[in-house]
């Protein structure tokens, strides 16, 4: 009788950690996606920033020749 409950309660703890790793993987993933949505604005804000100024040396002819 000793075995079997050594064994369920093993297999308890093993999907405990498995449910607490699983968890962290989620914490993490979150982050990683905010970071990825903050670092894409300001790609976009720069790239917006690049176009105004190309489009102003363009009007004004300012460009090395």
Do not use: S, Y
């Amino acid at each position: 009788m000793f075995w079997p409950m050594l064994a369920i309660a093993l297999g308890f703890c093993g999907i405990a950690v498995l449910g607490v790793l699983a968890i962290r993987v989620f914490v993490e993933a979150q982050r990683l996606g905010h970071q990825v949505a903050a670092t894409t604005g300001r790609i976009n804000r720069a790239a917006e920033e690049l176009e105004l100024a190309a489009t102003h040396l363009a009007k004004t002819g300012d460009a090395i020749r």
